[in-house]
């Protein structure tokens, strides 16, 4: 599965109604480390297909970085049945990303 790009207007939809556990990475195009964690978050969406993964760029998308009080780019959450169980602020490894899921 990719990488699905999330937005308010598909958050509803795509994260809250999911069954599936979601991964998301809160994200910027200029952020550094973001760069980093983009392609194990890409690699993770490919070889999970019992895991949801969605990005949200935090510059385009203020109110769900609110919603989620980003406060630190990358940060990654899990979201299972409409609710936050896991949340990482910073690049990780990999393995810590599965982790959490």
């Known amino acids: 599965m990719s ?7 598909n958050f509803a939809q795509e994260v809250l109604r999911e069954r599936k ?7 910027a195009d200029w952020c550094g480390p973001c760069r980093m ?3 194990i978050v ?7 297909s019992d895991v949801k993964v969605g990005k949200i760029n935090v510059d385009e998308q ?3 970085a609110n919603r989620f009080r ?3 780019i990358p940060m990654l959450a ?6 936050v169980v896991a949340q990482a602020v910073g690049a990780r490894p990999k393995a810590q990303i599965v982790n959490m899921l």
């Open 62 to 64: 203020p109110e769900l």
């Open 21 to 27: 556990p979601v991964l998301l990475d809160f994200f």
């Open 70 to 72: 980003v406060m630190s």
């Open 37 to 39: 964690v983009a392609p």
């Open 42 to 48: 890409e690699e993770i969406a490919a070889e999970r």
């Open 3 to 9: 990488v699905i790009h999330i937005t308010k207007e």
């Open 78 to 83: 899990v979201v299972k049945e409409g609710r």
